[in-house]
Structures are given as C-alpha cells and as structure tokens.
C-alpha cells in the first residue's frame, strides 16, 4: 500500500481511476472488513485526489518520498521471492494504467522498483508494453504471444484459437522466473481455470491452468508454453509409441496396444491404480525393455533397432535410490558425470559437477555423506534432487523417471516436480510415473497419460480436462467443472474412482465386478480420440553421451569403490583386524608342546601343523567369501542405470576383481605374518602367501559370481555353507579320499567331485611343499647332490617294488599257474569234475600281470625289458611262459634289492656325516604329523599295496610316488603326488596346482561376466513356477 501511494501522490495527486483499481484489487483479495482497513490506509498515505485542472501537472519526487521508496523496495527484497516482486511490478504498471499516467515521475520510480528487485531491463520493457498497449501491433515483442482468428502464420492460432470469435488473447512470459500474465479482448464470457473473467484484465496463468469460452476447446497453460518454448533455439524432440503390446513371460499384459505421440517441452505423467502396467510402459519408453509388438521411435528413429544411433538422447531416473551411502553428495555426482564426459578432464568435470549441485540447491550438502534412506544425513527431497542429479547433468533431451515424489513430503514433493517443469523450459520432454499427487502436482503436468488394469489406456490428455472428461462419461452434474469454483483444487482421486467403479446389488452393496471393463475405457476413448500419431520427420538428435575409454572406466570404478571402503571406517576396522585376529586365535590354541615337563616348543612335535594348514586355507576361503558376497548385489540397483547408459561391464567386474584383489593380499600378509612365526612356520612364508592369497582370490570370485546370482542379502548368506562345507569335506583334510562312499571315491586317483574343489589343491599344494621344500628336507652336501628327500624317495621306491610290488606280481603269477596246473589236470583226467573253460581268463591275474609288466617297463627303461608280453594270454599261457615271467620278475626284484641297498648305504653315510644338522633341521622345518599324513604312515595295518581294475595300486608313501603320464592333458594324480604330469611334462605339484587355481579363475570370471549362475538360477525358478 505504501508503494502504491507513492506512486499515485506524483504529479499533483491520485486520479480516481487508480484509486478504483485499488479498491478493486483489494476487493479480490481480502474480506470485505479488510478491504475498508486498506483502503483507508491507502488514502492517508496516497493523499488528496487531484483535481482535474491539475491532472496533466508535472512534479519531481521529493528527497524523503525517494528514500522512503528505497527503503520500502528494500523490505519487499527481504520478505518477497523474485516470482512475487515480477507480479508487484506488474500491478505497479496495472495503477499507473488505469489512469493512463505514464509520466516520467511514475516511471523513474518503478523503474527505480525493478532495479532493486534486480529485474532484467528487456523484462521490465516487456511488462510495460504488455501492461500499456491493446491493439497486436503495439505488442510486437518475442516475450509477448498475441492469439486472434484469422492468424495464417501464427501455427498457434490454427491450432487453439478456433471457436473464439472476435477475440484477442495476450499472454506475456517473463522468462527469469518462467511467470505467465493473461488478457483479453473480448465481447464473449471466458473462465479461467472455471472462474469467469473479464476483459482488459490482466490475470496471472499459473502452471496448470486453461481458459475457454462456452463453446471453444480450452487453451492450456501447455499450449501456451510450447508455443513460447518453440520460438526458442531448442532443438525438437518427438517421442513417438506406435501399438506397443508388452507381454510377460507368463503370458500376462502388462501394456496393450497404445499409441500416442508426446513432443519436447511438455510434462507428462503416467498415472494407474497398482498393476497397471505404469513402469513397464516407462521402460519400454525408454529402451529398457523391447515390445512384444509395436514400435517406440525417437524423432521418427526406432530406439530398439537404432540404439547406437541414440545413445545418451534420454535419461532415466528409477524408484530405487542411486545412491552410494558412503560418499559424500559431491563424490555421488562427480563420479556418475565421470561416466557421462569422456572427452572432458577433471577439472571441467569438476566445474559442471558443482554447477549443478549449485542449480540444484545443494551446494551447502556437497561435502556430507548422503547416508541410507533409513539412515538419512540429507532429506529425502535432497536425495531425490541429487538422484534426479545423476541424470540430469549430462542434460538428456529425454529423461523418464519412476514415482519421484516416493516417499517424500508434499513440500519435498512439489519442490521435485517444479525442477521437473522447470526442464520443459529448455525444450526437454519429461514423462513420469506418479502415484496419488496432490491438486497442485496434478496440475503442474502438461500432459498425463491414464492406464487401467491390463495395460489399457483410459486416457491421454490435459490434467484438468480428463477430470472433466471421466465426470462427463460418468454423467454427473456438475461435469463440464474441472477444478473447484473457490479454491481451484482438482481432486485426481476422482478420475480412478471413475474408473474402478463397482456394480450395486440389490442390498446396496458394492461387488467385485466392475461397471466399465478396461477394455471398454480404452475403447471409449479411442474412440472419441483417436491417436494422432507425429509423422513430421526431424533431425537426429544430437549424441549426448560420451563414455569415457575402457581403462578410464576401469580407473573411475576402481577410485569409486575405493573411496567407498575408504570411508567407511567401521569396514576398513574390521577388514585389517579380522585376519590378523583369526591367525592369532588359530596359532594360539594350536601352539602344542606334548611333553607336559618340558617348556621348549618344537615344530617337529607339534602335531596341530596339519591343522593349521588346513584350518588357513578356511580362513582364506571364508575372508574371501564374505568380502565378496554382497559386492554385487549392493549395487544392482546402480547397474541398471549404469547398464542403461552402456557402460563396460568388463570395466566394473574388473575393478571389483582388483579391489578384492587388494584386500585378500592385506588380509592373507596380516594374517601369515601373526600365525607363521608363532607357530614357527620358517622358510616356506611366500609359499603359504600365494596359496592363500590364491585360495581367497577364488573365494572372492565365487562370492562376486553369487553376489551378481540372488536377489537378497539372506539368499546370499545362506549359500555361503552350502559352498564352504563341501570344500571343507572334500579338502581330502577331514576325511582321506580312500575312504569316502563308493559311489564318488577313486582308490588310485582324487575322486573327480574333490577335484573341483579349490581346497584340495591349496591343501595338497602346502602339505607336500611343507614336506618337500623344507629346509630339512631340501639340505644337500653340494648345490645338485642329492637332498634328505631326494634319498627317502629313493629308498621308499626302492623298498616298493622290492618288498611289496614284485612279491605282489609273483602271487599273481603263482595263482595263475595254479590254475593253469588245475586246468590240465581235469583235461587228462575225464573223471574229475570239469572246470570251466575260461576260468584262467576269469581269474584276472594275466590281464593284472600283462598290464603291470608293461608299465614296469614303460617306467623303468633302464631295466631289461620283458619281451613276453603277448604270451600272457589265456590262449598262448603255459609253463614255459610261468618259468619266463617268473625268472624276469626275480631279476626285477633283485635289481631294486641291489638299488635299495645302494641308496641305504649312501643315506647312512650322508646321514652319519650330517647327523647333528640332519637333527637341527628337523627339529626346526620338519614335522612328524605332517609326515605321517603324506605317507600315510599312521595306516600300517592296512594293506599297502591294492589290486584295481586289473592293476597294482601303491598305497603308503603317495609324497614319494610320481604318477604316471596317462595322456597329454590328463592331470589326475592320486592324493599327495610329489608332481604332475602335464602336456607331457611333469611340474612340482605346488606350482601346477596354484596355476591351475589362477586359469581357473578366468573360468570364475567368465561365467561372472556372462552371469551363468543367475541364467541357471532363473532358468530353475522358472521350472518351479510351471510346476
């Protein structure tokens, strides 16, 4: 009021026409009682009214009227925001317009008005022309759009102004704070937003908002927008859906054949009850998933058959949050614009990173951990800003989001969809999905599309026109009402109970049966609208995305992840203190002295060591397994926005792969360098570090290959046993091969189910490298003489074949002949009961015989060889061939007698050389347990040599024996083989068995890649399901 009155007290007084527009806008806004009060306010401070002789007098503004105006503007400056202070200039034009007293002295003070309110001066021109002038070609002004019939080049006035005759429209938008101001000229009634309005008045058009005459098609504030947004350097977007069909793989529709074209600079929203089919239709949009039938074109191009052509043309923003709880707001943005600009350094990066969160209102959140949605450290509308952000700073032409408002109060809520209408103002389309949005929500859209169970359209349209749209089809009253006369509220609640009506019975009560099927709805609408579909062909649009190279993806995963453990700090307490802890308990408790007088602890005594390897390689497994489990599926929901915009999947899984990487290496050092010297476990540290290192880097590509397999954490943790039990039965630590069911044991050979165990390599690798590669065993008198374990190995070969496989060959023969001897004998003798014909053959013991002599002379090339092999025949056996095969068998054995004897000798000698550094070492490297495991010394009363599938099988001393190459690739040896035969050669069974883990990982990594386990998972729920 104040204002008011200084402006109107210039040049010699207020006119009578400025005080009835003020009693007027009074009256508009206040109760009858106030308007009294202000009105007298008013005239005290406006002063007399100037007589009409005085009317055209001119006189400047006194000092104290301008420093009062100043201070007065400086006030509306701290208490009104800029959209307020465009609408109070507007009514400052409005006064001085009533009494056509555009005199220099009102002007210099609202001139003075919109420079402290910081106006922009062409703005300011063009309220004032709009305010001032009548006639069209007064009004002449790019922010000025006037709307009249007969218009040939004006697109919009063909397009909305039909059915207003002799009318004039003048629509103003002040672009700094995207406000709309309405006039009219006209001898018809039209209603704004319902309400009647007069002619010559201006009125703001809030978003949301329509104006129509009796009998014309409304205007809306999206028509008016559009037309504005057109005369703007926008390049042109058209999202075109032609008859799309989506089914899924039940056999349900989800989306039934809907057709409609939405253009760039509008707001859409997809509205339905629960079911309806809302996000898959956003899905199919925006390329996610491909219709059953139909097409979705961008700009007349095919999303799904071009997609390469329009990568990075639309965003997508889904319900789930985005977010990574351990980074900080700014850390969340910079590495999701990393991942968008390839081509642009850090520092550029950087910049358009903090220029967006300053657009959005969270500058002063950068540096705070966004924490979890349960946890919040930012409001949920601050992380809705900052998922929407993720998006948003690659600025897509198109950019589709799922239920935004989810979760958030009607303040966050409305805050979320004006940033949403303020992108349509750079020409973006923007479609949503929304669920229950309030009256000023509803109406902010431009467009909303209406989806029925089963995927039908039910409408497709202006927010406030479909109100009235199902109102008209539903027959009530008052149904050409869209928003309420007094208040302007729109009740979208209304249009489902339209639609989900239900049928009466005759007790009044409502049924399960609907009044108007789905199909119906659709219809009906089709019907009275029919799709217009877009074939105006445009330009492709321009390639937004630029994804950066596949190592610079790799390093911009890897400092992610990196920056997420980091800061962390109850991840990374735990993560360096859980192994370090572990080797200190397990060394601890196994630290074994059995003589109870004696305080000295020996590492030959300690019988625990066998345990402490095997219990290690658990230790390994289990860190690497639960680091591993939920890497994956913590972030799935990132990946489906990731994988929407086509980054590397090689980039991620290998930056998860070298990140676990990083953590088992800590993790196995921290662990070894407690538990080994404490055990003291010398000379063997790097060995026992890749084993383990080996054992938990398969650990972690296992946990990964879950992680990325089932959709909860539960899931997750509850396969862990499933797949560290197995590997813990079948280590060949807790039950010896030999010795399990028959159905999967081998007796000359690891049962093949241990085989793809990684535990039973890591084990076998350090048990035979502990017995082997000690210092005990590897001393030598010289650099290439023989070595404590070179000499057991010989003397246990020799004493093999000597005492136990050579007198095992000659029973066999024995009995053979037996039954030979026995043959002949009932065939001289018709009166004795007859033997069977083939009971030599059946007896087993010249196959047996056969196939070991053969081997015999296969291993030992030295020896003479037996060139009565073929004789070993049922047919061609006889006694000469007995006396032959038994003379070669006694030169055999005396030749290991004579070899065994030799090595005896030499070992006494350099054991009687050596004794006290023989004593010393042991005591210190070798260990009595561990020995007797890997030569099986504790099972003397089992038989040492077994008879299998016609073969002689060695069973003690399995670290001494080397196994036989039985082809180019077999590598199957039997339990505790000092090496393997590969490729026809033989490799240390340590090396061989730790590479065979590292191929076997690409194998791990493969199936990661490809995502073989959740396929196999799928594929048996899918069974289930049928079932």
Known sequence: MELFALVVKQDKGMLKDERDYIYTFLSKQLTRESVEEYINLFDNLAGPMADGSEKNGLSSPTVKDSVRILGICKKINRSLSQEQKVVALTRLYELINSGKQFTPQRLNIINTVSEVFKIDPDEVLAIEQFVKNDTPEKLINPKILVLMPGQEKCKACKKVMPGYHDTVMVFIRVPSVDLYFFKYYSNDQLFLNGLPVTSGIIYTFAKGSSVKSHQAHPIYYSDINSTFLLEESFPRIILTVENITYRFSDGGTAVNNLSFSLEGGNLVGIMGSSGSGKTSLLNIMSGILKPTSGSVKINGIDITENRNVLEGVAGYVPQDDLLIEDLTVFENLYFSACQCFGGKSREEITRITEQTLSNLGLWEKRNLKVGSPLKNVISGGQ???????????REPSILFLDEPTSGLSSRDSENIMDLLRDLTLKGKLIVTVVHQP????????????????????????NPVEAVIYFKTLDAQINSSVGECPSCGNVNPEMIFNVIEAQVVDEFGRYTEKRKVKPEEWAATFNDKHPPALSSEVLETPARILDRPSTLRQFLIYFLRDFKTKTANSQYMLLMLLEAPVLGFILSFIIRYIPDPRSDKYLFFDNENIPIYIFMAIIVALFLGLTISAEEIFRDRKILKRERFLGLNRHSYLVSKVAILLIISLIQVFLFLIIANPMLEVKGLFWKYFLALFTTAFFANLIGLNISASFNSAITIYIVIPLIIIPMMVLSGAMFPFDKLNRFISSVDKVPFIAEVMPTRWTYEALMVSQFKDNRYARFSESQYGPTVYDYKKNISIANYYSVRYIPALISALETTDSVYREMTRISNNPDRVPVRSNALAESGKLELLRNELERLNRKFPSLQPFRNLNDLSVGKYNNSVYQNTLAYLRYVGDSFTRIGNKVSDEWDNFYITNRDEIRRLENMHGNLKLQEIVTKFYERDKSKILEYKN????????????????????FRTHFFAPSKYFMGKLFDTFGFNITLLLVSLILLYIALYYELLGKLVGYVERIRFKK
């Open 383 to 393: 992380r809705k800003r900052l998922n929407i952000a993720l998006e948003l700073i």
């Open 438 to 461: 309030s009256s000023d929500i509803f109406k902010l859209f431009d467009n909303v599309i209406i989806l029925d169970q089963g995927g039908y359209m039910a409408y497709s349209g």
């Open 951 to 970: 073969r002689l099988v060695q069973n003690y001393d399995p670290v001494y024996l080397e196994p036989e190459n039985r082809g180019y690739f077999a």
